[in-house]
Nanobody, 124 residues
Framework: VQLQASGGGLVQAGNSLRLSCAAS????????MGWLRQAPGKEREFVAA????????YYADSVKGRFAISRDNAKNTVYLQMNSLKPEDTAVYYC??????????????????WGQGTQLTVSS
């Protein structure tokens, strides 16, 4: 699976933004997918994951209730709707395909194919 994230930008705190991740490859619709992020000077961290069917998802505590992950397998795209953004959400956001046996985990190492990230900057 090849992945390309987009939709980042500069927003004010409290606002919303939606990221998209376009995928190519025949395995996308059978792949659990996730979003991760990396802030300057920090390690990459898990944000959200969604099952291949779109029925199941889970989130990092830091974004729970504010972010929503979804997917459209017909369009080979995964989305991350981000609401009530905070300055601490500033990071490069990546989408990635999860290793098949890693569902429920949050370690970046559990994600295989990574896309090019998109920068989100939240101003206070």
């Amino acid at each position: 699976v090849q992945l390309q994230a987009s939709g980042g930008g500069l927003v004010q705190a409290g606002n919303s933004l939606r990221l998209s991740c376009a995928a190519s490859g025949r395995t996308f619709s059978r792949s659990n997918m996730g979003w991760l992020r990396q802030a300057p000077g920090k390690e990459r961290e898990f944000v959200a994951a969604i099952s291949w069917s779109g029925d199941l998802s889970y989130y990092a505590d830091s974004v729970k209730g504010r972010f929503a992950i979804s997917r459209d397998n017909a369009k080979n795209t995964v989305y991350l709707q981000m609401n009530s953004l905070k300055p601490e959400d500033t990071a490069v956001y990546y989408c990635a395909a999860m290793d098949p046996a890693a569902w429920g985990r949050t370690r970046p190492a559990d994600f295989g194919s990574w896309g090019q990230g998109t920068q989100l900057t939240v101003s206070s």
